[in-house]
């Protein structure tokens, strides 16, 4: 696979469907919405879901809905150029939630966490609120409902990290309204007998975004790194789109919580010397590790998914991630403050 040297060669990387998720959205009936597409993973996932479906169909057109404010026209003006019905609306506006058109499949992405520190009533609203009114609308449709590995407590640096049976223990009102939209989800879906899926995930990385870029902006800046969260869980987000888009398949009621991440814990430590290496830089590194971390264990999403996983190897994404920065490639300027201890975001 040839390195991404271009936003568009970037957005192709990400959006290519697999096989599974072709032959998923091939065995799945009707339209597929996502709410909340606008963001950091919404514009490739919703462009895969569009490329597997023209795949999946021979001929029979189904809809993928792409639903946002879309602060970013561009995006939804590529997204309708690729066959993607573009829908704006504010899901805080429940008679805007009660218009859009109901479909069988939902991909519900919509939440907010920077800034939930300053304005955490905003937090909830959007994590907790939105997540009821959805849930109303899409009464007993297929969901996959993005949450975070947040909602776990730490555990031990040398352990494989939270697993789903683990009880959540969130830290700070953003892992808590998460939670609060968990609980709100798998509610309506009992009530309304909508197979859910509360995907659970830390952290994607796009190049763009993500712990590896964040690392390797500092590294190239000379800010020293904190290696007090001493360990981290990455996943391609390529790798996490498509993963979202077989778990449609695999809702229950009451709903399952899935951990999606990458099969291997690093220390932040190991990541940052080695994109180094890659950047010609050597890290300067502050703080002790502590005893703990934000780790999740995904160990059983291949059981259900009832397949094995082809996960993009760390190695290629270190390299890929270490030229983008190199080349001054574009930014999306959202560090994942993944070394946040205090759940203050």
Same mark, same amino acid.
Request: charged share 20%; net charge neutral.
């Given at each position: 696979?040839?390195?991404?040297?271009? $936003?568009?060669?970037?957005?192709?990387?990400?959006?290519?469907?697999?096989?599974?998720?072709?032959?998923?959205?091939?065995?799945?009936?009707?339209?597929?919405?996502?709410?909340?597409?606008?963001?950091?993973?919404? *514009?490739?996932?919703?462009?895969?879901?569009?490329?597997?479906?023209?795949?999946?169909?021979?001929?029979?057109?189904?809809?993928?809905?792409?639903?946002?404010?879309?602060?970013?026209?561009?995006?939804?003006?590529?997204?309708?150029?690729?066959?993607?019905?573009?829908?704006? %609306?504010?899901?805080?506006?429940?008679?805007?939630?009660?218009?859009?058109?109901?479909? $069988?499949?939902?991909?519900?992405?919509?939440?907010?966490?920077?800034?939930?520190?300053?304005?955490?009533?905003?937090?909830?609203?959007?994590?907790?609120?939105?997540?009821?009114?959805?849930?109303?609308?899409?009464? =007993?449709?297929?969901?996959?409902?993005?949450?975070? =590995?947040?909602?776990?407590?730490?555990?031990?640096?040398?352990?494989?990290?939270?697993?789903?049976?683990?009880?959540?223990?969130?830290? =700070?009102?953003?892992?808590?309204?998460?939670?609060?939209?968990?609980?709100?989800?798998?509610?309506?879906?009992?009530?309304?007998?909508?197979?859910?899926?509360?995907?659970?995930?830390?952290?994607?990385?796009?190049?763009?975004?993500?712990?590896?870029?964040?690392? %390797?902006?500092q590294i190239r800046d000379g800010v020293p790194v904190s290696v007090t969260m001493g360990a981290v869980n990455v996943i391609w987000q390529g790798d996490a789109n498509a993963i979202a888009l077989q778990l449609l398949a695999h809702g229950s009621v009451p709903a399952v919580p899935v951990n999606v991440t990458g099969a291997e814990t690093h220390t932040v430590r190991a990541l940052a010397t080695a994109l180094g290496q890659r950047l010609g830089h050597t890290p300067v590194f502050h703080g002790e590790e502590a005893a703990d971390a934000l780790l999740s264990d995904a160990r059983a999403l291949p059981v259900r998914l009832g397949t094995d996983l082809?996960?993009? *190897?760390?190695?290629?994404?270190?390299?890929?991630?270490?030229?983008?920065?190199?080349? =001054?490639?574009?930014?999306?300027?959202?560090?994942?403050?993944?070394?946040?201890?205090?759940?203050?975001?």
């Amino acid at each position: 696979m040839t390195a991404p040297d271009s $936003p568009a060669a970037l957005d192709d990387a990400l959006s290519t469907p697999s096989p599974a998720v072709v032959r998923t959205l091939q065995q799945l009936d009707g339209d597929l919405i996502v709410l909340g597409a606008g963001g950091k993973m919404g *514009p490739s996932l919703t462009r895969m879901a569009r490329r597997a479906m023209d795949a999946a169909d021979g001929g029979r057109r189904r809809e993928v809905i792409a639903v946002s404010r879309w602060t970013d026209p561009a995006a939804a003006a590529s997204l309708a150029a690729d066959g993607v019905r573009v829908l704006t %609306a504010d899901l805080l506006d429940r008679p805007a939630v009660d218009a859009l058109p109901w479909a $069988p499949n939902v991909m519900f992405m919509a939440g907010q966490k920077f800034g939930s520190g300053g304005d955490p009533a905003q937090t909830w609203a959007m994590n907790a609120i939105v997540p009821a009114w959805c849930g109303e609308r899409f009464a =007993g449709a297929r969901q996959v409902v993005f949450s975070t =590995g947040n909602v776990y407590p730490f555990t031990r640096m040398a352990g494989p990290g939270a697993n789903e049976q683990m009880a959540p223990a969130p830290v =700070g009102e953003y892992a808590m309204s998460c939670l609060g939209r968990e609980r709100v989800m798998s509610a309506l879906g009992a009530r309304h007998r909508s197979p859910v899926v509360l995907y659970r995930l830390n952290y994607a990385c796009a190049l763009t975004y993500g712990v590896l870029t964040d690392l %390797a902006l500092q590294i190239r800046d000379g800010v020293p790194v904190s290696v007090t969260m001493g360990a981290v869980n990455v996943i391609w987000q390529g790798d996490a789109n498509a993963i979202a888009l077989q778990l449609l398949a695999h809702g229950s009621v009451p709903a399952v919580p899935v951990n999606v991440t990458g099969a291997e814990t690093h220390t932040v430590r190991a990541l940052a010397t080695a994109l180094g290496q890659r950047l010609g830089h050597t890290p300067v590194f502050h703080g002790e590790e502590a005893a703990d971390a934000l780790l999740s264990d995904a160990r059983a999403l291949p059981v259900r998914l009832g397949t094995d996983l082809d996960p993009m *190897p760390i190695d290629r994404l270190l390299d890929w991630t270490a030229a983008w920065v190199s080349d =001054g490639l574009p930014l999306l300027a959202k560090a994942t403050k993944f070394e946040v201890r205090d759940g203050r975001f």
